[in-house]
């Protein structure tokens, strides 16, 4: 899998998902989310995201650092981030491509209970348009 995600990748979707896996509320970012994903060959991973309309959620999410895939995961090394608590943490994720859609799940505690969250991105073509 590790070839296959290089590349730059637009979100489309970004979900907090209940136990069955259904959307809960409008999501972290709004409901209309957009951000980027850039995957390296060198190993360097680079992901911004945004709110599209202003809400009571954060205004921007980004970070960057080193990555590899081990298994149906992916591994995300933060050196920097908007989230200072970040910085220096390993984050897996679950990762499932199907053609142009690769789709990442993860677990995160929010208000000190976990939650599943679900980002669908979609490779990106030159100048910025997905496919």
Do not use: C
């Amino acid at each position: 899998m590790t070839h296959d995600l290089v590349g730059v990748w637009r979100l489309q979707a970004f979900h907090d998902v209940d136990e069955a896996g259904r959307p809960v509320g409008e999501g972290p970012l709004g409901t209309a989310p957009d951000g980027m994903l850039v995957y390296t060959a060198g190993g360097h991973v680079s992901v911004s995201m945004m709110p599209t309309t202003p809400g009571p959620g954060p205004s921007y999410m980004g970070y960057a650092g080193d990555w590899r895939a081990v298994g149906g995961k992916v591994v995300h090394r933060i050196r920097i981030s908007s989230r200072a608590d970040w910085i220096g943490t390993e984050q897996s994720r679950d990762a499932e491509l199907n053609g142009d859609v690769l789709t990442v799940r993860a677990t995160r505690e929010v208000d000190a209970r976990p939650q599943r969250r679900v980002l669908v991105w979609r490779r990106a073509e030159r100048g910025g348009r997905t496919r």
